[in-house]
């Protein structure tokens, strides 16, 4: 066991990845999570049916993009290979609603740019002058400079107003739960600004990103594993994640323990002082809780880095899950959910079908979905006691799915000041933290280089060998 003394601050996805990472290379490592429980926002319960097979409801996240590799990477370093589940990708169709009514977003049609002439021409998402203006983005000159722009900014500037208020701000935003106004496209979808420098346009660099995969990929014949989806989870749910690495983890993993302050000394040790009254001495410490909690942690010996660390924003999102009979449902929705733009004023941001999404949600002759709402765009939602809540998405239900029946049961899930903003400037603010912090002091997980499991993990990794090379170690296996 290396010498080395590492104080992990927050037990979520980012805080056990790193504490996998310094294991495998044999460094000592403590984990200090201030609630009861491991694994932060993601979260599963099992809910029993009137057979044998339960409900698998998601609190948080309920999957992981496969094109970022990590979480993957991660699941099947575990041993979960069997577990992996992939989307029911022939049922793959997202809707938006518009005008009050559910209408599929057109096929080809990849985030915000339709790649398919026919499907986009003849759907009736987009009034024609707004499919005049968004065929008009290969005559739109490309923006050649790394200048930082909002994805509201962006989107208008390509496409125009309706692809923004009918694609770009539910799709889009709705991933980070954040504001099209101010949501940073630098930090959230680099790609589009990327393909707009290297191809002038959006829609000639996604048809020749789809080539590329297309020609990348093996003939069926010679691959040697069945086709990932974009998107994967565990038959036990994204809990079955943090399970796996909680019992392989061999080192100091405390719950209900909070941090009062860290004291650095003269030699670049510091001594992590814990609510209890107690303390650890450290070599380094890694905070991976909010930034906020960071940036009260640091404020005593490095000021900047707290104020640009207390700078990040942050939301309150929550939602809600509930059972149905399919016979309780009189106009199934043929896809995955609903995404719901801001101009619909609603007091909900989206709908999942988490049954027809994944396999191993709901027994037989069930269905299960769930509502997301609060953030940005339905803020008052959170306030709402849970009767008050359970009812308002009732109303929501019946007006634009026709659910009228009274759930079988329901789970709701309140994420107090838990998704950071990437509001423009982020990733320059994040440069200013990092070489604000002295030496031993690192911040990583969702606040800072992507908010997904896979960015927690990768982040995790690349702190796990920042910390090596600050220790004068050299990392056998890191990616």
């Known amino acids: 066991m290396s010498a080395l003394r590492v104080v992990i601050v927050g037990g979520g996805i980012s805080g056990l990845s790193l504490a996998w990472e310094l294991q495998k290379q044999d460094v000592n490592y403590t984990v200090l999570e201030k609630s009861g429980r491991l694994g932060g926002k993601v979260q599963t319960d099992m809910v029993d049916s009137e057979g044998d097979t339960p409900f698998v409801v998601e609190g948080g996240p309920d999957s992981f993009l496969t094109q970022k590799p990590w979480a993957l990477q991660l699941a099947r370093e575990l041993g979960l290979d069997d577990d992996l589940l992939g989307t029911n990708d022939e049922k793959r169709n997202v809707f938006v609603l518009n005008r009050g009514k559910p209408v599929i977003l057109p096929d080809g049609v990849l985030l915000i740019v339709p790649t398919k002439f026919m499907p986009f021409v003849t759907s009736p998402l987009i009034s024609p002058l707004g499919k005049l203006r968004m065929g008009m983005e290969m005559f739109i000159p490309s923006k050649k400079d790394d200048e930082d722009e909002t994805l509201a900014q962006f989107v208008r500037r390509r496409l125009g107003n309706e692809a923004l208020d009918k694609i770009a701000e539910p799709l889009m935003s709705g991933i980070y739960n954040a504001e099209a106004e ?77 941090v009062e302050r860290i004291q650095p000394h003269d030699d670049g040790t510091y001594t992590v002082m814990l609510d209890d009254g107690t303390w650890i001495d450290a070599d380094m410490v890694a905070l991976t809780a909010p930034s906020y909690v960071a940036a009260d942690l640091v404020r005593d010996f490095a000021p900047d880095a707290a104020d640009d660390l207390d700078g990040i924003r942050y939301v309150s999102t929550g939602t809600i899950s509930m059972a149905f009979r399919e016979s309780d449902i009189p106009k199934p929705l043929n896809g995955f959910g609903v995404v719901i733009p801001s101009s619909e004023a609603r007091p909900i941001n989206a709908v999942t079908i988490s049954s027809t999404k994944f396999d191993h949600r709901a027994p037989e002759g069930y269905v299960l979905l769930r509502a997301f709402f609060g953030g940005s765009r339905s803020p008052e939602s959170m306030n709402l006691d849970e009767p008050t ?41 994040v440069a200013r933290i990092e070489s604000a912090l002295p030496p031993g002091i690192v911040v990583t997980g969702s606040a800072y280089r ?25 990392p056998a296996v890191l990616v």
């Open 389 to 429: 809540l359970l009812t308002t998405v009732r109303e929501q239900l019946n007006d634009i799915l026709g659910i009228s029946a009274e759930p079988l049961f329901h789970r709701v899930y309140h994420w107090w000041d838990a998704n950071p903003q990437y509001d423009l400037g982020h990733l320059e603010r």
């Open 182 to 258: 101010q949501q940073s496209i630098m930090a959230t979808f680099p790609r589009f600004r990327a393909l707009e420098k290297e191809y002038g346009n959006l829609t000639r660099g996604m048809l020749a990103s789809r080539r590329k995969r297309a020609d990348a990929a093996p003939p069926s014949s010679l691959a040697a594993k069945p086709k990932t989806s974009a998107f994967m989870s565990l038959k036990g749910g994204t809990t079955q994640l943090i399970d796996a690495l909680v019992a392989q983890l061999t080192g100091d993993l405390r719950t209900g323990t909070g």
């Open 450 to 474: 992507g908010v997904g499991m896979p960015d927690c993990v990768h982040q995790s990794q690349l702190t796990a060998k920042a910390i090596l090379q600050h220790a004068g170690s050299t």
